[in-house]
């Protein structure tokens, strides 16, 4: 089993023009190649291996498949990842953190990623 992480997909946005994602055109692109080149890992299959890690037919089904995960819930993996799996039927797992909730606020690196998206990274060095 390959598991394939993923943080941020969404469409362009002109405000950020430095932001870091990959576009859920690409996105889609690399459901294709992968369900065509390996598969993906099926809900009930991962399951009977989180049961019997040891079972070795569990295991043959699930060697080569992909497992897509996501993470700190973003409201990009509702808007277009979850519509995508659903159509495919594919099964991901998808991580939350809960500091967001307790503090009320985004994470510091999703701050920080915010920030050098809109403004670049470029004109940053140690003196600054």
Known sequence: MKTIMY?????????????RYLSVENFKKQLDFFGQKFGFVKYEDFLALC?????EHIFAKVKNKILPSFD???IDHY???LPEFLKRGIFGLFFIPTG?????????????????G?????GFDERS
Do not use: C, T, W
């Open 72 to 74: 700190d819930g973003f």
């Open 51 to 55: 049961e019997n890690p040891h079972d």
């Open 7 to 19: 943080h941020y997909v969404r469409k362009s946005d002109k405000n950020f023009p430095y932001f």
């Open 79 to 81: 808007n277009f990842v």
């Open 118 to 122: 809109k403004i670049g990274g470029g």
């Open 100 to 116: 967001v909730y307790e503090r009320q606020k985004a994470l510091d690196v999703h701050r920080i990623h915010y920030l050098l």
